[in-house]
Nanobody, 121 residues
Framework: VQLQASGGGLVQAGGSLRLSCAAS?????????ATWYRQAPGMQRELVAT????????AESLKDRFRVSGDNPQRMRTVYLQMNNLRPEDTANYFC??????????????WGQGTQVTVSS
């Protein structure tokens, strides 16, 4: 199973981006829970959002600008992070981690490589 984050890039302040975190593999895959994190250079890792088939949460400081969703609430394979009204302080490497069930291996925890988001002022 691989987790791949994508959708990052360079955007001006006030702009939007939608990140994707996709689970892939040659087996039936369901994401049980996925978490988006971000980490800026020299800073600690920050939890951004979590989603499962029971609901989702967003970091309090980001609730008015960020949204998290999945492609299928009951059988997620891809999760999204919609980021609006971006600010320079949102610049970071964004990556996802997930507990994933597969028909071949059962449940396990996986980490994906990140996607860089850079917001210019």
């Amino acid at each position: 199973v691989q987790l791949q984050a994508s959708g990052g890039g360079l955007v001006q302040a006030g702009g939007s981006l939608r990140l994707s975190c996709a689970a892939s593999g040659n087996t039936l895959i369901i994401i049980n829970t996925a978490t988006w994190y971000r980490q800026a250079p020299g800073m600690q890792r920050e939890l951004v959002a979590t989603i499962s088939n029971r609901g989702s949460t967003i970091a309090e400081s980001l609730k008015d600008r960020f949204r998290v969703s999945g492609d299928n609430p009951q059988r997620m394979r891809t999760v999204y992070l919609q980021m609006n009204n971006l600010r320079p302080e949102d610049t970071a490497n964004y990556f996802c981690a997930a507990n994933v069930w597969t028909a071949a291996l059962g449940s396990g925890d996986y980490w994906g490589q990140g996607t860089q988001v850079t917001v210019s002022s």
